[in-house]
T-cell receptor
């Protein structure tokens, strides 16, 4: 059973701080890695994808991947109250439905 | 914009009732998925479909069935609802190869309560 793990939180950070969200996965054959944001009562939306080791930056968001450690992270710089949401890590092995696995999500609260 | 529409946002059913959850997408996507989302467990795949009349079991298919008679519509059926099926149900669609790029488009969800 492929597993994706995240701390459930809540993770609370003050406005303007860096929020760091972490995710580990069990399948070494995993090829692509994603972060989805889910506001309360809403559906998940894709915010970041990463495919190779290292960092990928998009605005205030940076995704980091370390395949040797089977670890993915999402950094949110200059956190805003509007970033308060649940962040879901997802890991894909081979574009087959059962091999696209979501973590349980981390709830982030950015305090004004 | 891709639109995935789920027929009911909130449903309350009795144990033993047959429940239909409908999902329609307007982007001609081949792939459609049904997930349930529970606190602490994340999204778990129930069934998915890569084509009309095609279905594949996900991780938790027990107690559920699906129907895909038309490309745009994917229905989830609970033959005899039980209280442990109380959950948020999310439908999603994806173009070919979409899982490689994370292109999963979700509906707004259907919150089912089974009494």
């Amino acid at each position: 059973q492929k597993e994706v793990e995240q701390n459930s939180g809540p993770l609370s950070v003050p406005e303007g701080a860096i929020a760091s969200l972490n995710c580990t996965y069990s399948d070494r054959g995993s090829q692509s890695f994603f972060w989805y944001r889910q506001y309360s009562g809403k559906s998940p939306e894709l915010i970041m994808s990463i495919y190779s080791n290292g960092d990928k930056e998009d605005g205030r968001f940076t995704a980091q991947l370390n395949k040797a450690s089977q670890y993915v992270s999402l950094l949110i710089r200059d956190s805003q109250p509007s970033d308060s949401a649940t962040y879901l890590c997802a890991v894909n092995t081979d574009n087959y439905g059962q091999n696209f696995v979501f973590g349980p999500g981390t709830r982030l609260s950015v305090l004004p | 914009d891709v639109k995935v529409t789920q027929s009911s946002r909130y449903l309350v059913k009795r144990t033993g009732e047959k429940v239909f959850l409908e999902c329609v997408q307007d982007m001609d996507h081949e792939n459609m998925f049904w997930y349930r989302q529970d606190p602490g467990l994340g999204l778990r795949l129930i069934y998915f479909s890569y084509d009309v009349k095609m279905k594949e079991k996900g991780d938790i298919p027990e107690g559920y069935s699906v129907s895909r008679e038309k490309k745009e519509r994917f229905s989830l059926i609970l033959e005899s609802a039980s209280t442990n099926q109380t959950s948020m149900y999310l439908c999603a669609s994806s173009p070919p190869g979409g899982l490689d790029t994370g292109e999963l488009f979700f509906g707004e969800g259907s919150r089912l309560t089974v009494l």
